[in-house]
């Protein structure tokens, strides 16, 4: 069976001191997921384990994120996690560290539901 993606959200998170791009991931899957709720799966009778996850997390140095230990940070379905480049590292001149900041994307996918219409409409 196919699947359609259900929900996207979009976060920011950074680390300020320690340049630490797992860190910074981190927040920024928080951030997008803070203000979640999934009352899809009462009302359908989905399972949370029939839901595939991917999250992408943009940062200025995709190689230093830990990909695998922010797996957890996602509750629900079967999580994957990629970095990319992309966030904003931001020099401080009087230290010479760096501000990091990453942005993630967190898209769900369910199974097609057979009577289910999703309509894809221009805004």
């Known amino acids: 069976m196919s699947e359609q993606r259900m929900i996207v959200e979009m ?3 950074n680390d300020q001191y320690g340049q630490n791009y797992t860190k910074a991931a981190a927040r920024a899957i928080e951030d ?6 999934l009352p899809i799966f009462e009302a359908t009778g989905l399972t949370h384990e029939q839901m595939r996850v991917e ?10 994120v830990d990909c695998e230990a922010l797996v957890p940070n996602l509750p629900r379905g079967r999580v994957a996690v990629k970095a990319v480049k992309g966030g904003l590292n931001v020099p401080n001149p ?3 560290g760096l501000i990091v900041i990453a942005s993630a994307a967190v898209e769900a996918f369910l199974p097609k539901q057979n009577g289910w219409v999703v309509q894809n409409k221009s805004v």
Request: hydrophobic share 35%; no cysteine.
């Open 94 to 96: 009087e230290t010479g």
């Open 55 to 64: 999250v992408t997390i943009g940062v200025q140095e995709p190689d230093a």
């Open 32 to 37: 997008a997921i803070r203000h979640s709720a």
């Open 11 to 13: 976060g920011m998170g």
